[in-house]
């Protein structure tokens, strides 16, 4: 039997370069092409990955993506979850799959598409009620807002998925905030609490956004890529235990947590190694914060309350690695060693 053949996008990013550590370490006999922008960020792939096909090109390359999804079993696109114009080439190139040569699409979201409410009302920093799920409340979630974030390029996942579904079987995978050590070739860093750490050191200060009582859901990056990893080992099984299409939506979290607490945490460390002079927080007005760093307000202050259910109940999903709180004095010396203080 041939191979399976693996499209991926987002090799040298962070989700991307995770998740593709995770899957070819336990499918390192599958045929692997990844879209890799430069020569540069091809060397750095290869170095690590000598059996891998490079593909160059970028994210509105779209007749390599097409066609690269075209000749794919299995489509991993980890890469920038709001580029519309690489969803439509991935839409295209499923298109051109039948019923007896069928692709396996594997979409990278994210939670932010939960934000609505503060993006509407423009107020952050908010307790609120507002909690999703993957599994009694599924429906809602391949329906939500048109306005939402995200949801552009979510629905032409979906919509990939919706003509000929025994030809193309979509699976979405929603992160909330990300964090801890990526194992790719490439950035192996995140961004929310890493920006708002970077915000600390450098102001050397600690900092709240509003009255700090909103909530996000949390996920180490390798236990993300599991997920992954799982969903390509059902697609490898001509679907497994895993729902596609209408009810492939995979939020992907390992608990919540309030933002309030992490930025007031970051303080505390950060003070107890000597990095700024006081624990204390001090509560900034909006336009502080987006000074501070232009995604701030949402990074820090928006809320995203979505429960994972449907991997773990259907695929044994599992996370096992340590919280953000655990990881915060790691993240303040990561920082710190960037700024030149450490």
């Known amino acids: ?119 509407r009302t423009n107020t952050w920093g908010l307790y609120r009620t507002k909690e999703h799920n993957d599994w009694e409340g599924i429906d809602e979630l391949v329906n939500l807002p048109d306005d939402s974030l995200h949801r552009d390029v979510d629905k032409i996942i979906i919509d990939a998925g919706k003509p000929d579904s025994d030809s193309a079987k979509t699976a979405i995978i929603c992160p909330p905030t990300i964090y801890g050590p990526g194992r790719g070739p490439g950035n192996q860093r995140s961004v929310q609490a890493y920006w708002l750490t970077e915000a600390v050191l450098k102001r050397k200060k600690g900092l709240l956004v509003g009255e700090g009582k909103n909530i996000w859901h949390q996920v180490h990056v390798q236990d993300l890529s599991n997920v992954y990893l799982l969903l390509a080992d059902a697609a490898a099984a001509g679907g497994g235990p895993a729902t596609w299409n209408e009810k492939g939506y995979y939020l992907a979290e390992n608990g919540p947590f309030v933002w309030g607490d992490i930025q007031r945490e970051v303080a505390r460390v950060a003070y107890e190694k000597k990095l700024i002079p006081s624990p204390d927080v001090e509560p900034l007005s909006d336009a502080q914060v987006t000074e501070l760093n232009q995604f701030g307000l949402y990074a820090w202050g928006s809320s995203s309350r979505g429960h994972a259910i449907r991997a773990k109940k259907l695929l044994g999903w599992t996370p096992t690695k340590p919280s953000l709180k655990e990881l915060i004095p790691s993240i303040v010396d990561l920082e710190a060693k960037t700024l030149g203080l450490a």
Not at 38 to 61: E, F, H, N, R, T
């Open 1 to 119: 039997m041939a191979p399976l053949k693996v499209f991926l996008t987002g090799a040298t990013g962070y989700i991307g370069g995770d998740v593709f550590y995770a899957v070819h370490q336990a499918h390192p006999d599958w045929q692997y092409s990844l879209l890799v922008r430069s020569k540069d960020k091809g060397a750095q792939v290869s170095s690590k990955y000598p059996d891998v096909k490079i593909v160059y090109g970028d994210l509105d390359s779209a007749s390599i993506i097409e066609e690269e999804v075209k000749n794919a079993d299995i489509v991993l696109h980890c890469a920038d979850c709001d580029h519309v114009a690489s969803a439509k080439a991935i839409a295209k190139g499923v298109a051109h799959h039948t019923p007896q040569n069928p692709v396996w699409l594997i979409h990278t979201s994210g939670t932010g598409i939960l934000t609505v409410e503060d993006f």
